[in-house]
């Protein structure tokens, strides 16, 4: 049996969440993102499905207490930035964990425990731990669990990864690492992306053989030629395309935020949107909805989460249910 990474829709038994902590990280905002990422968890947590919640010492927890569901379980960790996607463990269908080099996407951000959070999680699990010897973040990729992988040119080849790895090497490891045979190339990500362009802010699978894209909803929207190039690329290999209204335009400090409502969290009984105040959110909230039948899509506040730079997805991973 082929060992792949599963797809986000698959059976969770946990999600991993980062609670904020760093005050420089958060300038002026700390207190709203940690309110924001606090309902995050405790909607997943009164949804019936366990959440460890991660937080950094003691004052951080008795924060985070003050803010959750009692529903929600706290593990105290060494951990740098809350965005556990890129630096949490990657576990695949046999129980085992990837935890790939990390070097603070491209050496902008560098924080003490974000190297070493993942192997902790995952041994602390009693997964079985690969160090692959190369750099890569979980939210540059995304499956299908039918052998389908999506990324980006401007992320995976990005010099500030891995230099001395070719298109074709890398294809090649992520074939043998994730259990794929289909790797889907879209081109760049969202503006002013601190992670070079994720796909997990552009594009995402919804089902095996199925993605949703963003699709601008007004002529000045700042990513519209980025919508419409990755449009053109997923409708070449024949895959099912779903557009999602993008949230327009949304500024911080009078830059493009790269607000997306493509960030959202899978888990077993929720889809959790997050939402920026724009006049799209209930509408973007509804289609994604219709895209998973079976789970509940809800709408968050996350503009404060935005302004750290990631949104829901980005800051938590999911413990796959591993069958015997």
Known sequence: MTVRLPPEWAPQQWLWIGFPHDAE???DILGLAQEQIAAFASAVADSGQEVRLLVRDAANEARARELTSAAVTFERREYGDIWLRDT???VRTDGSALRFGFNGWGG???MAGDETIGAELAADAGLAVETPDWILEGGAIDVDGAGRLVTTEECLLNPNRNPDLSREQIEERLRERFGVSEIVWLGKGLVNDHTDGHVDN????VAPGAIALPRATSADDPHRAIYEDARERVQRTGLSVFGIPSPGAVTMGGDIAPASYMNFAITDALVVVPTYGS???KEAVAAIGELFPTRRAI??????VLAGGGSFHCASIQMPRIEA
Do not use: C, S, T
């Open 202 to 205: 552009l594009a995402r699978f």
């Open 279 to 281: 006049v799209h959110d």
């Open 88 to 90: 949490g463990p990657l």
């Open 299 to 304: 709408g968050l506040p996350a503009d404060a």
């Open 108 to 110: 902008k951000y560098i």
């Open 25 to 27: 990280e958060w300038p």
